[in-house]
């Protein structure tokens, strides 16, 4: 399973932004989709954009023109840049990676991002 280290989560007020990176252990020779979910407290995990090694991104609706994911293959780590936050946004956002082909996911422990109104 490959290994995913989270950082960049905090506390931030309504509008602000807040980048988060997850570097994964992973070689970058076999393709990928990396992507971030969210959990908030009480609700389930749910998506919030995912990148191909080919750089198709993909978002949820409550996120788009907001949030943009990006990755870096050669480092294997993707980031993903908040701005616009909402109280709404607040959740532990949790890093994914799957290889292309396999039906094998790995999770990150999560990082706490904290939007106060």
């Known amino acids: 399973q490959v290994q995913l280290v989270e950082s960049g989560g905090g506390l931030v007020q309504a509008g602000g932004s807040l980048r988060l990176s997850c570097g994964a252990s992973?070689?970058?020779?076999?393709?990928?989709?990396m992507g971030w979910y969210r959990q908030a407290p009480g609700k389930q995990r749910e998506l919030v954009a995912t990148?191909?090694?080919?750089?198709?991104?993909n978002y949820s609706d409550s996120v788009k023109g907001r949030f943009t994911i990006s990755r870096d293959n050669a480092e294997v780590t993707v980031y993903l840049q908040m701005n616009s936050l909402k109280p709404g946004d607040t959740a532990v956002y949790y890093c994914?990676?799957?290889?292309?082909?396999?039906?094998?996911?790995?999770w990150g422990k999560g990082t706490l991002v904290t939007v106060s109104s």
């Open positions: 992973a070689s970058f020779r076999r393709p990928s989709v």
């Open positions: 994914n990676h799957r290889f292309v082909g396999s039906t094998v996911d790995s």
């Open positions: 990148i191909t090694s080919g750089g198709k991104p």
